[in-house]
């Protein structure tokens, strides 16, 4: 003990307060100088003092400092985080920090690389041999029983067995049916059956169909004992015979209003454009030759200018046909018009080209004959455009139509022909 403490217990000296500074009666503590000394007690004090701090000791009455305290290298780390209490977490600042300890910082685990997997063997990886599935099936059903679908297989041992068993009795025959058409049948190679894969979806609703007829007919045949006696109709056969009358006119009145709503939209159709698509196309085809002849006009020719005039008078007239045609809503005259002027209009179309007059009027010096040929043509306009104009009359005295212009001879044989073959191909009648 210092020598404060012994003034103390002999009453010397009184114990100083907390922040009262000692006086110098109790002011008599070993100073020591650098050397190692031993109290009474045996315990060794350090007196190495650095230069400039207080050579005092603190005071008995100070409250406890916690004690420093050096990990133990062997004991266990503190576990990984998130726990409570690690920085960052709510009250992680209470908890007192030792001195020297670091927590070790989790490292990043490695990735595992997937490990690559083996294909797993199918029915697909086994080729498909030279037996065909159809026939197998059909052999394993109307002669299984015989062992027929294992002798095309040259499986000829177990067919022999299937043959003398009578399929099994029933149980082998209904197997090899059931093993073909889920694909497992493999013929004597152990080679799979050649189309299985391709036919099985189809195969399966044949099956599905064949089954389904055969439950109806089943039932349609019970239905029907159960109706009929010797006497007449039993009562469930009356209800029958209602319920039938009642589906016949329930699919009456569906026909009928099927049929109206179907005429109602081609009406709509019609008068949105009562030019059929194929004459409205042949149309079409005009007013392009038409701006050929204006370029024509344009270099000073005066037959193409009347060819202008009578393509507008051609267009006009058969558009005012059909909207006529439509309005008096005469399917029958509306066919035979359409017919009709489908294949004049071709005709005087494929006259109007660049391989005929429009070629007559360029390159005269070329042609047998020009000026006859563009009377032919002019001719065959002014004829068909007549005929239209007497149809359009005919329509509105509600009168049949009568087609009397023939321009079969407009063009040479050597052009209508192609002309007719390019039609053909149009229309789908022939192959191009």
Not at 161 to 176: A, H, N, P
Request: with cysteine.
């Amino acid at each position: 003990m210092t020598s404060c403490c012994i003034a103390m217990r002999r009453g010397e000296c009184r114990p100083p307060r907390v922040g009262e500074a000692p006086d110098s009666v109790g002011e008599a503590p070993d100073r020591m100088s650098g050397t190692q000394q031993r109290s009474e007690e045996g315990v060794a004090v350090s007196a190495d003092i650095p230069q400039g701090a207080s050579a005092e000791p603190p005071s008995l009455w100070a409250p406890p400092q916690p004690q420093q305290r050096q990990p133990d290298p062997r004991s266990p780390q503190p576990p990984y985080p998130p726990y409570p209490g690690y920085p960052g977490y709510p009250g992680a600042a209470e908890r007192p920090q030792y001195a020297g300890y670091s927590r070790r910082q989790p490292q990043p685990q490695p990735r595992s690389m997937p490990q690559p997997q083996h294909p797993v063997a199918s029915a697909d990886v086994v080729p498909e041999g030279g037996k065909s599935f159809i026939v197998t099936l059909l052999l394993a059903y109307l002669l299984g029983m015989f062992g027929a679908d294992r002798f095309y297989l040259g499986k000829t041992r177990s067919a022999l067995l299937k043959l003398v068993t009578f399929g099994g009795f029933g149980y082998w025959w209904l197997i090899d049916v059931l093993i073909t058409l889920f694909g497992g049948q493999r013929d004597a190679q152990g080679l799979r059956l050649n189309g299985h894969a391709r036919l099985k979806k189809r195969v399966w609703i044949v099956i599905g169909a064949i089954f389904g007829a055969s439950l109806a007919l089943g039932f349609a045949a019970a239905l029907a004992a159960a109706s009929f006696t010797t006497t007449g109709l039993t009562p469930l056969g009356w209800v029958l015979v209602a319920i039938l009358a009642g589906a016949a006119a329930a699919g009456g009145v569906i026909w009928m209003l099927r049929r109206r709503a179907s005429a109602k939209r081609a009406k709509a159709t019609r008068q949105a454009d009562p030019v059929p698509a194929r004459i409205r196309a042949l149309l079409e085809r005009l007013t392009a030759l038409r701006a050929a002849y204006v370029t024509r006009v344009a270099s000073g020719d005066r037959v193409a200018t009347g060819v202008i005039g009578q393509i507008d008078a051609l267009t006009s007239n058969v558009t005012a046909l059909f909207e006529r045609l439509t309005v008096a809503a005469d399917r029958a005259q509306r066919g035979l018009a359409e017919s009709e002027y489908e294949d004049k209009l071709g005709k005087l179309a494929a006259a109007l080209d660049r391989g005929y007059l429009l070629d007559v009027l360029a390159n005269p010096r070329y042609w047998e004959q020009p000026e006859e040929r563009i009377r032919d043509v002019r001719r065959a306009i002014d004829e068909v455009d007549a005929q239209i104009v007497d149809n359009i009359k005919q329509v509105n005295a509600r009168r049949g139509l009568v087609f009397q212009a023939a321009i079969d001879g407009l063009i040479p044989s050597k052009a209508m022909e192609d002309w007719q073959r390019d039609f053909d191909e149009a229309a789908g009648m022939r192959e191009p």
